[in-house]
């Protein structure tokens, strides 16, 4: 399944939700949003919502600081 993850296109093995995919890249749920084809997912529904060939996923890291 091709997927392009902060812009850059990826292959990864289907079908895969939001949840397998940050697990996948090794990223921790609680310090990332997800954007799903322009409209954000709530941490809550990532192991329900599935995703498709071609969509487009926004991930931004959450950088604490003073």
């Known amino acids: 399944m091709l997927i392009k993850v902060n812009g850059e296109a990826r292959e990864f093995a289907g079908p895969l939700n939001v949840k397998a995919l940050t697990e996948t890249l090794q990223l ?3 310090q990332i949003a997800v954007e799903r084809n322009c409209e954000i997912v709530p941490r809550s529904t990532y192991a329900q919502v ?3 060939e ?3 996923i ?3 890291h959450f ?3 003073g």
């Open 58 to 60: 926004e991930i931004v």
């Open 63 to 65: 950088i604490g600081g």
């Open 28 to 30: 921790n749920p609680t």
């Open 50 to 52: 599935e995703l498709n």
């Open 54 to 56: 071609g969509d487009a």
